[in-house]
């Protein structure tokens, strides 16, 4: 049987559901990088963003590989998130720099340009 991580391997994009306090998913693509063999994803955003103060009410979140527009190219897997501590945020960062190389190191300008908070995001498939 294959593993449920499979699908995601190739994909540069994941779509990411997160769910309002009335149970409405709302999804959006994002950038991922994967744990090398554990089934956990690391996610950044802004700190204030909507799909961060969702996790913090309800960690269950479902992803499928999707292309950069959010169309789903995969399976949908259930998950848990969580909002990273400071030293798991490093290493999180790390794996999305060494993913996405230079278009991460001009968004983290920008964002620090911008004094945008940043928040990673760690979801484990249940």
């Not at 449920?4 to 699908?7: E, G």
């Not at 391997?9 to 990411?16: D, S, V």
């Not at 979140?61 to 999707?66: K, S």
């Given at each position: 049987?294959?593993d449920?991580?499979?699908?995601f ?8 559901e ?42 269950k ?6 292309n ?25 960062q790390?794996?999305?720099r ?18 945008h908070?940043?928040a ?7």
């Open positions: 049987m294959p449920s991580t499979d699908q391997a190739t994909a540069r994009y994941l779509n990411l997160t769910f309002r306090k009335s149970g409405l998913g709302v999804h959006t693509p994002v950038w991922f990088a994967q744990q090398a063999g554990r089934p956990l994803f690391y996610i950044y955003s802004e700190a204030d963003a909507g799909k961060v103060k969702r996790i913090r009410n309800n960690p979140v479902r992803l499928a590989p999707c950069f527009r959010g169309e789903v190219r995969g399976e949908w897997t259930d998950g848990n998130a969580r909002i990273c501590d400071a030293e798991e945020s490093i290493r999180g790390q794996l999305l060494r993913k996405y190389g230079w278009q991460k190191t001009v968004g983290d300008f920008f964002s620090r340009l911008m004094r908070q940043q990673v995001l760690a979801v484990e498939i249940s």
